[in-house]
């Protein structure tokens, strides 16, 4: 993983088809008038993203993530970031398993303690707004 003088790597997953859903929910998507839009979601407990196309299947819908840390300083720093994707076919979900720092990890691997996720949805239609949640699952 990046230190906080390296750039940080893009990570990118195609998600794995899945019938679950998120009990830590938080649900963001865009659609035009009569359509159901797509979203995502951030289940803490097991570090996974979860991504549902909607009724429309273009734009290669997906969640863009940032994993932040705390540096020694108390200062907020990507330590990593990518892409779920989930296209598949209309209504599908897919989940991407990741492994991130607690947030009560400490010292964490840039010296500090904390650890949060930033991410949003987007497709065809724009991105959401973004969501922040400290990683303590």
């Known amino acids: 993983m990046a230190t906080s003088a390296q750039a940080v790597e893009l990570e990118e997953d195609y998600g ?7 009990d830590d929910t938080w649900r963001g998507g865009t659609a035009p008038p009569f359509h159901e839009p797509g979203w995502a979601c951030f289940e803490r407990s097991g570090d996974k993203f979860l991504v549902n196309v909607g009724d429309t299947v273009d734009g290669s819908p997906r969640v863009e993530w940032w ?7 108390g200062d907020w720093k990507i330590y990593r970031q990518g892409y779920c994707y989930g296209e598949w076919y209309r209504h599908s979900t897919v989940v991407c398993n990741k492994n991130f ?4 990890t400490s010292p ?3 010296g500090g303690k904390g650890s949060r996720i930033v991410f949003l949805y987007r497709d065809s239609h724009g991105p959401s707004a ?8």
């Open 16 to 22: 794995s088809l899945t019938t679950e859903i998120c």
């Open 67 to 73: 994993n932040e840390l705390k540096n020694a300083r």
């Open 108 to 110: 964490n691997a840039l």
């Open 130 to 137: 973004k969501a922040v949640v400290l990683n303590d699952g």
């Open 101 to 104: 720092y607690e947030d009560s």
